[in-house]
């Protein structure tokens, strides 16, 4: 049995006040597991992102807890929280939301600037991730200038930069067409998976279906059933 | 450079368009403070010109006196009395007055005249033609080089001129550090051959000039004219009262400091506006690297770091362009008042510092209160 990499336990969280206050996400509680790729599925509005954002340290819950190596995130000071999500989780957002004024290299390595390390050091190991990725070749370009595929890789590289424990996507298929969206999450279950990493990534998007380990289905703002999709 | 304020720069400068418009708004401003200001001290400078050329340590008027051209005569008995005080190694009289000059075309043009110390010619020119003793000659008056020159008809040695109906001689031409304010050319002679040419009132010493012992001596100086009932100043403090005469009596420091101030505001509002709206279109990037674990602190330095090289490096442009610019005016313009002096640079850089803080200020506080959670939701 793999070790609990992330813990969310009764979490809850509204928006807003009044009459608009929405119950986003309710009394859900989780694992998930090192080496897993673990999805949260759902409808438009059904919380998904909102739970993802509160187990990546990102949105404060109402109640409710988020555990990693035994430690509550969120009773960390905002530093200490920064530095968790800085060293502990990589982010693939849905935009990617790489600076176009930077080279691909550049991009890459932030995480490692972050983390103050010496620049041409950032680099050197940046070029790695990009290797890792294929897209070593492309390191001197603006991101611009790539597809949206590549793009989608330069991401991931800048996600695994740090070598977080927890790497989170956010609808990482939804800018991508159909056969590209499949080749990326192929490609991270193969080569970004690893026994020490634990991928939670959402997702409506049923033919990436196949690369999951496990399906956390959500609806309005509750988990309703977490399916076990490996091929038994 | 850190790798994060590599960072910040890269954004920065990367971004050409929103760089640009950032320089141009804060160099305009820069030098429009810079140009404001060493106009101001040009003027003030060419307003103390006598002051500064004649080179007394001490001078000595009538209290109501604020500036060398406004003087009022004193007594003779007053330049007794002063060379009478302790501590006053000379003194000598100095008559200043202006006159009208009939060219030999027949125009008239006014003139300042200095009137100097027969005995001594204790403040006289450095003369590049002819000979100071040249000035004991009949007649003779020696004449600035300077700006103001070509307005006698550039004169030569010999020249002959009148002045209240008097023959007049150029025996000198001179030069001098700086030439005075009201566009006039400026005539040295003797005192006594002053007060002879030009109509008089009954006292006819327009300063009192001052060599004291020691620079010891000067407070008790200064103290002993003020019992007699005139006022011994410094050539500084004469140049400060000079200066606080045009800045406060005549509206002049008024206007400058309006317009100075109108270029702060103009540049704050131009910067402060490009940056923010640079800040604003970076704000998911901002978000982005909040997400991935930036401290606020991190994003603070990132922003500080911007704004600094944009303020230091259009600080470093405004100084260049203006003082360009009043180089080339002068080329042009001989007269043309406007002197760069470090008080003035250490105003505009004060300014542009308070530009860079604020527009800081504005961009920090957009940036530290994004939510990453924004980022998420796209």
Known sequence: MASVAIQGTDLNKWFGEGD??????????????????????????SGKTTLLSMISGILRPTSGHVTLEGQDIWAMTDDQLADFRLNKIGFVFQDYHLFPRLTTLENAAIPLVLKKTEWDRAMDEAIRYLDVVGLKDRAALPPVKLSGGEQQRVAIARAIASQPDVLVFDEPTASLDGDTGRKIVDFVKREILTDRRCIILVTHDARIFEFADRIMKMEDGRLRRIEDARPH | MKGILRIAYRLLVNDRGKFAALLVGMTFAVFLMISMTSMFAGILGKASATVINIGARVWVMDPAVFTV????????????????????????PLYSGSALVKLRDGTYQAVTVLGLDDASLFGRPYLVEGSVEDLYSENAFAVVRDSEFPKLGNPRIGTEFELNDHRAVITGIAEVAVSGLFGIPTLYTTYN???QYIPSMRNTTSFILVEPRSAAAVPAIERRVRELGYLALTSDEFKDRIATFYKYQTGLGTNVLLMTVISFVVGLSISGQTFYTFILENLDKFGALKAIGAR????????????????????GLGIGLSSLVIFGAKLRLPSYAATVTYRNLGLAFAMVVVIAAISSVIGVRRVIRIEPFEIFRG
């Not at chain 1, 986003?24 to 999805?39: C, H, I, K, T």
């Not at chain 2, 008995?77 to 302790?86: F, G, H, M, P, Q």
């Not at chain 2, 603070?300 to 490096?313: K, N, S, V």
């Open chain 1, 20 to 45: 608009a206050r929405t119950h986003a996400v309710r009394d859900v509680s989780f694992d998930a597991f090192f080496g897993e790729m673990l999805y949260i599925e759902g409808p438009s509005g």
């Open chain 2, 69 to 92: 051209a406004s003087s009022i005569p004193m007594p003779d008995y007053v330049l007794d009395a002063v060379r009478s005080i302790e501590g006053v190694r000379y003194a000598v």
């Open chain 2, 193 to 195: 051959r002053a007060i």
């Open chain 2, 296 to 315: 606020g602190s991190v994003l603070t330095r990132m922003i500080l770091f911007q704004a600094t090289f944009t303020a230091l490096t259009s600080y």
